[in-house]
């Protein structure tokens, strides 16, 4: 079955940096494309990052220029990096390959 397992989680003060991965089993990896999505307390899940199978990627408008999101096709992997980081981006995050949802990773930006 797809299993999708996220990593890379944690405690960050503000302006600091983390890597998620997202690591996949089950799926020809290199034929999906993947998402980060993430979701705060009290908020609606919301999608975060994008990219394609071929490599193309588009992010929401509060984390452009911050967080960038790749893909080792060798690796079954996606990785989201987030510099910059802002008490605003504490939320679990999530992947999701269109088939399925990791059990997301907790991300906290305090001092």
């Known amino acids: 079955q797809v299993q999708l397992v996220e990593s890379g989680g944690g405690l960050v003060q503000p302006g600091g940096s983390l890597r998620l991965s997202c690591a996949t089993s089950g799926i020809i990896f290199r034929l999906y494309a993947m998402a980060w999505y993430r979701q705060a307390p009290g908020k609606q899940r919301e999608l975060v990052a994008h990219i394609t199978s071929g490599g193309s990627t588009d992010y929401v408008d509060s984390v452009k220029g911050r967080f960038t999101i790749s893909r080792d096709n060798t690796k079954n992997t996606v990785y989201l990096q987030m510099n910059s980081l802002k008490p605003e981006d504490t939320a679990v995050y999530y992947c999701?390959?269109?088939?399925?949802w990791g059990q997301g990773t907790q991300v906290t930006v305090s001092s």
């Open positions: 999701n390959c269109g088939a399925a």
